[in-house]
């Protein structure tokens, strides 16, 4: 690829009313990412060095999170909605400034890859004015037909305006164009909106620049990558395709996983070498696993941190800001959440551990809690190196247990414990010699129906 400026400009004021939603179109998550934040993932990965990214009026959501996926991002309002031509026209300051390749991609295709925009860069870099990405769907009706004179691109017809034997051809258009930087604005400028609908469409560029001598060309792709979010269930059938592909990279970077296909993981999850993932397990955004962890079956993860070696689950749920250390484990039923668990310590099952510490080789009992929250704040605990809590206690924060200290089973502990002492912090044990079930003295039962006395007064 030649050392080419070129000028993404990102269509994403669709409002999405088919989704029967109040969120924009485009701010719809796949992979725990947001439609819209895919394709600028796509853009950023291509290389490309400037991003226009074309609003809807009021949509100051969609513009900031434009902004949180591309910081460079320039944004641009299209007030009325006037057709895809008028859309990018909007962003005229933008095509103004001189790119040598004008790339137009839709904010509602989170399949599109970083490969795929590459080339179609490329195809301008040979000489092509303008260059359009095509596929071959199994049922082409519906969409616009790529109209094609040997190897050169002369039309784009839709559907109701096309002829019974265009309507035979199964090449259709994907809807994304590169436009050659020196005539983009010439082009765009040209369309007209002599139509029922009065507006421009960005399809018409392909005739007019027929129409202009200027070569125009069709590149290539699979129709998973062009495939533009409308329903639910598309959005629904992009996760599944999405969902895929992470499984698939997984795999073949040396991620062992049991059953893949009942496995979801995010897009920005990531392994380390001969990790091993049991069935029926979520990661969630921001989830970091490292060599040689074990996920076990039914955990949730999120915003969590798994050291080398270490051990989740079955039936955990880490929260964000979890760090597990190496070699430490995490057993069934337990929650952990804004806390660091060291290297080897270990909460097996039954505990909540939720803005606190827990030193190196440290012994968290079952149905531990720290009782994190007081109505109002949180507050941290800190579980000091080698400390043992014993079963069913609960640690009142803000509050210490030092290094090598003891918690025993069942104690409310509300004040720091010295390192290497023991802690009790539990009622005294009552015995009471001789106690049978039932022998207490009992009130006799009233007789149905029977009156209650009055008292005599004296």
Request: charged share 25%; with cysteine; aromatic share 4%.
């Amino acid at each position: 690829m030649s050392k080419r400026t070129c000028l993404a400009i990102v269509l994403a004021a669709g409002e999405g009313t088919r989704m029967r939603s109040a969120r924009p179109k485009v701010l719809h998550q796949v992979t725990g990412r947001s439609l819209l934040a895919h394709v600028l993932g796509a853009v950023r990965a291509a290389g490309m060095e400037q991003a226009a990214v074309v609003v809807g009026p009021d949509s100051d959501a969609v513009a900031e999170e434009a902004r949180r996926a591309l910081p460079k991002a320039q944004i641009f309002v299209q007030s009325e909605r006037r057709g895809t031509a008028h859309a990018v026209l909007c962003a005229r300051k933008a095509i103004a400034k001189g790119a040598d390749d004008v790339l137009v991609i839709f904010g509602d295709t989170p399949l599109i890859s970083a490969e795929t925009l590459k080339r179609l860069r490329g195809a301008i870099d040979h000489h092509a004015s303008v260059a359009v990405l095509g596929f071959r769907p199994k049922n082409p009706f519906g969409y616009g037909r790529l109209i094609m004179t040997g190897h050169r691109l002369v039309a784009i017809r839709e559907e109701k305006d096309a002829s019974e034997a265009e309507r035979q051809i199964d090449f259709c258009n994907g809807g994304l164009m590169a436009l050659r930087g020196e005539v983009a604005l010439e082009i765009l400028d040209r369309i007209d909106d002599a139509n029922a609908k009065r507006e421009f469409y960005l399809t018409d560029a392909v005739t007019i620049a027929d129409k202009m001598a200027l070569e125009a060309v069709a590149l290539e792709t699979t129709e998973d990558e062009v495939h533009g979010i409308n329903t639910r269930a598309q959005l629904a059938q992009a996760e599944a395709v999405m969902q895929q592909r992470l499984r698939a990279a997984a795999l073949e970077a040396g991620v062992t996983m049991i059953a893949p296909e009942t496995v979801f993981l995010s897009a920005d999850t990531k392994f380390g070498r001969d990790v091993v993932v049991e069935p029926n397990v979520v990661f969630g955004p921001g989830c970091v696993v490292e060599d040689n962890a074990v996920v076990h079956a039914f955990c949730h993860l999120q915003g969590a941190h798994v050291g080398k070696g270490a051990s989740v689950g079955p039936f955990a749920r880490l929260r964000p800001g979890t760090t597990l250390g190496a070699k430490s484990r995490v057993g069934n039923f337990v929650e952990v959440k804004a806390a660091e668990i060291g290297e080897g310590a270990k909460a097996n099952h039954l505990a909540y551990i939720g803005d606190g510490h827990v030193g190196d080789g440290a012994n968290i009992g079952a149905g531990t809690i720290f009782c994190n929250y007081d109505g109002k704040n949180k507050h941290r605990t800190e579980v000091g190196k080698g400390a043992f809590i014993g079963s069913n206690s609960a640690l009142v924060a803000p509050v210490k247990v030092g290094a090598n200290a003891y918690v025993g089973s069942g104690s409310v502990i509300t004040d720091d414990v010295p390192a290497g002492a023991l802690a009790l912090g539990r009622g005294r044990q009552v015995n009471k010699p001789g106690w049978k079930p039932g022998s207490a003295k009992k009130k006799p039962a009233a007789r149905p129906g029977a009156k209650a006395k009055k008292r005599t007064k004296r």
